[in-house]
């Protein structure tokens, strides 16, 4: 088993970096979000606020670098990479799932380094809801954190992902119980993640019920992890899991839509992702009601390539989120997310269908 989790974190990385997998008929709903153009903004464009206090941490932006890997050589590369960039630049970043170093503790350096090189940066630990429903408990959780002395412990949820994967592991029965303990047992805030496919108002009322701070909502739209384990599946000849990450390529609720579902179902920190690629992404996610931004697929190549990559990207993003602020007429965080946005097209539909009004934030 040990060497089965390591080998398909090193798959993961490979098909992230050569095929093409992003969703093909379903967006992330970006498209469907304006601005309303200021053309008297009234501020200074360099004295524009950007700094956000989020889970006790200051950020110097809203930003946050998702979870993508661990476990192996070149993943330690990716998360040193990352780790001096977010620390240089005063954001946060999460580590993708430390089971493999749980499974096998010699992987534990891959994911330590990000402390080692990220001092002051707020980190996440990561592991997966199907492990705990199967046994990982609070030592385990308490294990993780300590990994990378992390300020906060997420939770992914990718039952997409599992159900599709040859060796996949789909036993959730239980999985919002265990949380639960994790909630009440660990003094650092808990954060549940989807992986590609969004989370509905349903669910995100049940996560704040039970006590979770933290929301990264991961809509459709963006990376597709049915295409990932459609390619594995490829490489392996295995046609029915290919045949079945094929017609579950586009499955979810897009980005926007997530977002704005459970932005009004709950007062949880929410981070948006899935499929946010511009600083424009950023500034939409936060007028729409996200206190973060994440990305990870557009980080993943430049963190192959060096730290100077990745934090060249990071800055091309801030300063993408800093001029529209600046065209909105947004001097700060709690400015922009009062900015008017017009919501149209079949994200406006989707959210009428589901009960909620994209109007309240055109009138502003």
């Excluded at 990745?310 to 700060?332: C, D, Q």
């Amino acid at each position: 088993m040990p060497n089965k989790t390591k080998n398909r974190k090193a798959d993961h990385i490979r098909i992230s970096l050569e095929e093409n997998v992003r969703a093909k008929l379903v967006t992330t709903g970006f498209e469907d979000v304006y601005f309303v153009h200021q053309a008297l903004p009234e501020v200074d464009r360099d004295k524009i606020h950007l700094a956000t206090k989020i889970f006790n941490h200051e950020f110097s932006a809203p930003i946050f670098v998702g979870a993508m890997t661990g476990g192996t050589k070149k993943a330690s590369k990716i998360n040193m990479s990352i780790a001096e960039a977010v620390e240089e630049l005063g954001l946060g970043m999460c580590v993708g799932s430390q089971r493999a170093a749980i499974e096998e503790p010699q992987l534990e350096a891959t994911y330590k380094i990000v402390r080692k090189k990220a001092p002051g940066a707020f980190l996440a630990a990561n592991l997966g809801a199907p492990q705990l429903v199967q046994g990982y408990g609070i030592k385990e959780a308490e294990r993780a954190v300590e990994m990378i002395e992390a300020n906060a412990l997420t939770i992914h949820c990718n039952p997409l992902q599992e159900a599709i994967q040859p060796e996949g592991e789909t036993g959730f029965a239980g999985a919002l119980q265990k949380i639960e303990e994790l909630v009440q047992t660990l003094q650092i805030p808990i954060i549940v993640k989807e992986t590609g496919a969004g989370i509905s108002s349903e669910i995100a009322e049940k996560l704040e019920r039970v006590g979770v701070k933290g929301i990264d909502i991961s809509g459709s739209g963006g990376t597709s992890w049915a295409a990932v384990e459609y390619y594995r599946a490829k490489s392996s000849a295995d046609t029915h899991h290919q045949k079945l990450g094929e017609s579950f390529w586009d499955w979810g609720i897009p980005t926007v839509a997530s977002l704005v579902e459970v932005s009004q179902s709950t007062k949880i920190t929410l981070i948006a992702s899935g499929g946010v690629r511009r600083g424009t992404d950023i500034a939409k996610s936060l007028a729409l009601g996200a206190h973060l931004a994440s990305m990870s697929t557009p980080i993943l190549r430049p963190a192959i390539k060096s730290t100077s990559e990745v934090m060249n990207t990071l800055k091309f993003f801030i300063e993408e989120l800093r001029n529209t602020m600046f065209l909105v007429g947004a001097e700060s965080m709690e400015e922009l997310k009062n900015t008017p946005i017009v919501l149209l097209g079949k994200t406006s539909e989707w959210l009428r269908k589901r009960g909620f009004d994209p109007e309240i934030f055109a009138r502003r």
